[in-house]
């Protein structure tokens, strides 16, 4: 705009100056106005076509950006040309460009996930998959685009599966593949929440576990057949024991438990050595279970003793006698004689029968009255049998004398608390403890958990005696932690009897409080059988000890009957491996195999693993090598008075972990 002002004062002046001029200053004048003409109708007609050029950009952008192309640029746009719009625009562009990159790559994630994902509609019926889910199912995704999921879930799985699960949790089903396949996966869903109809439904992530179920069944296999005759081992024997009394109960038959014992078998072992005892094991057991009626159970409990389980016996019958007839016929098949290796060995046993419900009408009473007939016989030299008759069993009564005076013992506070160290298996250091009751009698010396917790647990004495170690494992941890010591978490066993308690959960959160423990700091133990006792509930009160922050851990795995899967539905954080497994992992491949199975699922679920009775160093480089996270075990120390501890946290915390040799040598 500059030329029209100095125009002006070009005329001016000359007007002023000459007016004898005139006629030239009017030539001049009206050149000028010309030119003023000119140089406007120039700057108004490029400002005109750089607006509608703009325009035109602007245009062809939105197109763009209409088709999906977000490459479209307007940021070149003059903002005080085409006004705010533009700028609106290069907004709205940058966001969606963001929006539909982040899409992208969600997708691109989705579609790269090793696990299967599946949307469905709300009504269930699936909208998209991911390749692995189409690998999974078996099916192309246009296949099974329309599909309702459930159809897909084999028959006897549908009633338990869910796609609407506010807590998102990891479950167990089984779809069907194209093939028709049962495939196994674990699986969680979720709602899509979304404003509009058309986005909402679920998604639903699942994963083959295939090889885990195997891996867990023969971890099942190995945990109760015995390797060397494939019998039920002693665990085993005992629940198939339990079913049988409770289906007798039932359906009003008898039983009978016979127990045998191979007369001197440490002579055979020792004069042709084990290989030759393991054959006499083996034909032992063939021999049982030639003669025996196929609803009979056989079990090897021990090295040279067996179980036998006569079921369905007709109660109009004289049982005695019969089962004495059969009980004799096994002694004398078992003793006729094997060839070995140009041998020839001659086998004898022993043998206690009792009776149920007559000597015992459950498995605590039946077994150790079979075994009581048992010592009887053998104390006859060889190749005797003993029925159970009531007079017996001194035992009985020392158990009654033992629960009053255990009674006694806890009303008058003679019972403590032990702590046994938990190992870091990384480092060696001490990572917190497990607190174990201990009861000792001035004639008797110390009376194992073993021995008088049952004892507890048959009156509501377990109660009052958990509650009371929890308070004292409170009250001992809130001394350490004003000593400058770190006691980690302290694990607290419990019994069924303690998780029935209608006020559990208040009575728990009362006594940690009482002393000003955190939770955090504390850890229950539980064992499969419990847990598995009433699922349901005990579901919900983990779930509770869980929110409220404390930790809880599966005691004995593998001794139980759960699978993994019914475990996992519970908040569970620790797995403990029972010290059965560990005790032989080092010289027996099935038992090794067990405990690193155990602890790769255990991991593969996220969990902490704790192998149990950790004796030699063997054991602990072995448990090493496959990355189990603590140990605790007599290498590491038996459980020791609560000062013992805190004095063991000191020395580490000074520098001077005893345990650090241990992990110096690899
Ligand atoms: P658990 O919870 O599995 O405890 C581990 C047991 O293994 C303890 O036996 C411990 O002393 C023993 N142990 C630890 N290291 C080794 C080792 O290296 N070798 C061998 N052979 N054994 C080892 P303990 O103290 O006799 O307790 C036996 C069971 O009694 C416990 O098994 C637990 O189920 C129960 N128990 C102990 N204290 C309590 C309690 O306060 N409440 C309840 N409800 N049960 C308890
Ligand atoms: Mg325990
Ligand atoms: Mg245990």
């Known amino acids: 705009m500059q030329p029209r002002p100095s125009l002006d004062v070009v005329v001016a002046s000359t007007a002023a100056d000459t007016a004898s001029t005139a006629p030239l200053v009017l030539l001049v004048l009206l050149l000028g106005l010309l030119v003023a003409l000119v140089i406007l109708v120039l700057v108004l007609r490029t400002r005109l076509g750089r607006r509608q050029r703009a325009a035109g950009e602007l245009t062809a952008a939105v197109e763009k950006l209409l088709q999906g192309n977000l490459s479209a640029d307007f940021s070149s746009s003059d903002p005080a040309e085409v006004g705010v719009l533009a700028q609106a625009l290069e907004r709205l562009r940058l966001s969606l460009r963001t929006a539909a990159g982040s899409r992208d790559y969600l997708s691109q994630v989705i579609a790269s996930m090793s696990d299967a994902v599946v949307v469905t509609h709300l009504d269930g019926a699936i909208a998209r998959v991911n390749p692995a ?3 999974l199912l078996g099916q192309a995704a246009a296949e099974l685009r329309g599909q309702p999921l459930v159809n897909l879930v084999a028959p006897g799985q549908r009633s338990g599966f869910t796609l609407a699960d506010p807590l998102a949790r990891t479950r167990e089903t089984a779809f069907l593949n194209g093939a028709g396949e049962e495939v196994p996966v674990a699986y969680a869903a979720a709602e899509i929440v979304a404003d509009e109809p058309g986005a909402q439904g679920y998604v639903l992530t699942a994963r083959n576990i295939s090889e885990r179920k195997v891996a867990e069944q023969r971890i099942r296999y190995l945990a109760r057949i015995d390797a060397l005759t494939k019998v039920p081992n002693r665990m085993q024997f005992q629940h198939l024991l339990q079913r049988a009394i409770a289906r007798a109960r039932r359906g009003d038959h008898r039983l009978a438990l016979i127990y045998l014992d191979v007369d001197k078998f440490k002579e055979i072992n020792d004069t042709f050595g084990h290989t ?3 054959f006499c094991l083996e034909t032992l057991t063939d021999r049982l279970r030639g003669i025996l009626p196929d609803s009979s159970v056989v079990g090897r409990l021990a090295g040279d003793e067996f179980g036998v389980i006569l079921d369905n016996l007709d109660p109009a019958r004289n ?12 002694q004398e098949t078992i003793a006729e004689p094997l060839h070995y290796q140009g041998h020839q060995l001659y086998m004898t046993t022993s043998a206690g029968v009792a009776l149920y419900p007559g000597d015992g009408n459950n ?9 009581a007939a048992l010592c009887r016989a053998k104390r006859q030299g060889g190749g005797a049998l003993d029925v159970y008759h009531a007079d017996m069993n001194a035992a009985t009564v020392e158990r009654l004398m033992l629960k009053s005076r255990l009674r006694k013992a806890f009303e008058k506070n003679e019972l403590r608390v032990h702590y046994q160290p938990k190992i870091d298996l990384r480092d060696g250091s001490i990572a917190g403890a497990e607190a174990l009751v201990r009861w000792e009698l001035t004639d008797r010396g110390i009376v194992l958990p073993s021995e008088f917790i049952p004892l507890a647990e048959e009156s509501n004495m377990i109660v009052q005696i958990g ?14 932690q004003m000593t400058p010591v770190n006691p980690g978490r302290v694990a607290v066993n419990l019994s069924l009897r303690q998780l029935k308690q209608r006020d559990f959960i208040s009575r728990v959160q009362e ?3 009482k002393h000003g423990v955190s939770p955090a700091n504390l850890e229950l133990e539980i064992t ?3 847990l598995m006792e009433d699922p349901t509930r005990t579901l919900q009160l983990l779930d509770e000890l869980h929110n409220m922050g404390l930790q809880l851990a599966i005691d004995d795995f593998g001794t139980g009957y759960s699978s993994l899967s019914a475990l996992q539905q519970f908040p569970i954080s620790t797995l403990k491996i029972d010290q059965s497994f560990v005790r032989n992992a080092t010289t027996n491949h099935d038992q090794a195999t067990i405990v690193s199975m155990i602890i790769e699922m255990g991991h593969s679920l996220k969990l902490e693993v704790v192998a149990e009775g ?8 072995f448990l090493r090598a496959l990355n189990c996270d603590y140990a605790q075990g007599t290498l590491f120390g038996r459980a020791m008075a609560a000062d013992d501890f805190r004095d063991l946290l000191r020395d580490q915390a000074g520098g001077a972990g005893r345990y650090r040799p241990l992990f110096a040598r690899r």
């Open 467 to 480: 509650e009371w170690v929890l308070d004292r494992v409170c009250s001992d941890y809130h001394r350490w």
């Open 614 to 621: 950790v004796e030699t160093e063997d054991q602990l480089r």
């Open 133 to 135: 889910a189409e690998r």
């Open 511 to 513: 006594i940690y409080g």
């Open 319 to 330: 049982l005695r006698a019969e089962v004495v007839a059969t009980t004799r016929l096994l």
């Open 276 to 278: 030759a005892g393991d």
């Open 363 to 371: 498995v605590i009473d039946l077994i150790r009255n079979a075994d």
């Open 528 to 530: 499969e059988t419990t």
